[in-house]
């Protein structure tokens, strides 16, 4: 009944694998989002997604890549891993920009 | 681009009134929110404030706004254990689409 759910919670790689994380929302939004939180705790947007087409993409390295395969999933690629990619990444859903976001618990992701 | 800064620690006594200070730098935000992530969880939206506002109050939880100063703080009245976690201030101009968060303030309460 989890209604933003991320898997795996934990996932520990090392350097230059690729991997994914994936996100699914049964809330029937059409927003989602991810998320990246550093060491420091700081917060920072990386993507967003309305409606299957990327609307936001900071200034993210081009190794991460989105991929939603319908509304109700947005997953995360992640190609030639870096130690500088360890970090906690949060998936979140919202109904239309404008509403509240509700958040996944986060995949910490370790890379050795 | 936006910039966010909270204090990164307050500890309070159970029952003690918490406030948690958020400054922001662009003019234009239009919504701002607080979010609670306890350990090992995800993020949860407390509450939030418009622009055209100047306080909110939801229960144990009071939003004051300062558009002037662009100062934002969350009380809370009558800190319980429970309230132990980060609460992250957010600010957007747009929606959830362009949230910027802050660092996060790490409240600890003692018994």
């Known amino acids: 009944d989890t209604a933003v759910s991320q898997t795996p919670k934990y996932l520990v790689t090392q350097m230059g694998n690729d991997k994914s994380i994936k996100c699914e929302q049964n809330l029937g939004h059409d927003t989602m989002y991810w998320y990246k939180q550093d060491s420091k705790k700081f917060l920072k947007i990386m993507f967003s997604y309305n409606n299957k087409e990327l609307i936001i993409n900071e200034t993210v390295p081009n190794r991460f890549s989105p991929k939603s395969p319908d509304k109700a999933h947005l997953n995360l690629h992640i190609n030639s891993l870096e130690l500088g990619d360890s970090a906690v990444y949060f998936c979140a859903s919202s109904l239309r920009e404008d509403t509240e976001a509700f958040f996944g618990q986060g995949t910490r992701l370790t890379v050795v | 681009g936006e910039d966010v800064e909270q204090s990164l620690f307050l500890s309070v006594r159970e029952g003690d009134s918490s406030v948690i200070n958020c400054t922001y730098t662009d003019s234009s935000s239009t919504y701002l929110y607080w979010y609670k992530q306890e350990p090992g969880a995800g993020l949860q939206l407390l509450t939030y404030i418009f622009s055209n506002m100047d306080m909110k109050q939801d229960q144990r939880l009071t939003v004051l706004l300062n558009k002037k100063d662009k100062h934002l703080s969350l009380r809370i009245a009558d800190t319980q254990t429970g309230d132990s976690a980060i609460y992250f201030c957010?600010?957007?101009?747009?929606?959830?689409?362009?949230?910027?968060f802050g660092k996060g303030t790490m409240l600890l309460v003692s018994p």
């Open positions: 957010a600010v957007s101009n747009s929606g959830y689409s362009t949230l910027t």
